[in-house]
């Protein structure tokens, strides 16, 4: 995947695009970090902006998913060999979101915000959270910010995705299955 985002043509960001869709999460993360540098090193190469606003899409709803898993946890008893894989997986689901928005977004850095949201300066991440709300649009504002203001708690993120997943997690065993997915 590194070798393709070298070439820097239409066709690279073509073949790039064909495997947003990976299911590999590390393969995944791969490609979208190389359209990441892609973009970043030839801002005019065509990126497919529907295709990469439906994996968005479909990020935000896994990270959701996962805040409705762990809240399932958290609540019920879960330890830390099925919590800790879960917390690592929402951290690597929340890079490629900001990763993804930096494709839809590229003039502005979506770099600085997500360092900014894990910074433990409550006016740092303050500041992020809100350069985030005066750059995405009202849709994707609403959808997103709950999922990044770290002044919800989980409960209330896993809440929040009841607005947005449409499959609920009831039981501990659902939710030890669904995070083993």
Request: charged share 25%; with cysteine.
């Amino acid at each position: 995947i590194a070798i393709v985002a070298e070439i820097a043509s239409q066709e690279a960001v073509r073949v790039l695009e064909s495997h947003l869709m990976e299911s590999d999460t590390t393969l995944h993360y791969h490609v979208v970090a190389s359209l990441n540098k892609l973009a970043r090193q030839s801002p005019a190469l065509l990126l497919d902006k529907q295709m990469v606003e439906t994996v968005l899409a479909a990020e935000i709803m896994g990270h959701y998913r996962s805040y409705q898993i762990l809240n399932m946890l958290d609540g019920n008893g879960g330890d830390d060999t099925t919590r800790r894989p879960l917390q690592e997986n929402i951290a690597r689901e929340q890079e490629r979101i900001f990763r993804l928005l930096g494709l839809l977004y590229p003039h502005h850095d979506f770099r600085s915000a997500y360092f900014g949201l894990g910074c433990s300066d409550l006016t740092v991440r303050d500041n992020a959270l809100e350069f985030l709300e005066n750059i995405l649009k009202p849709q994707m504002r609403e959808i997103l910010i709950p999922l990044l203001d770290s002044h919800l708690s989980i409960a209330q993120r896993a809440k929040a995705a009841a607005r947005w997943v449409h499959a609920k997690v009831e039981t501990v065993e659902q939710a030890v299955a669904a995070g083993a997915d």
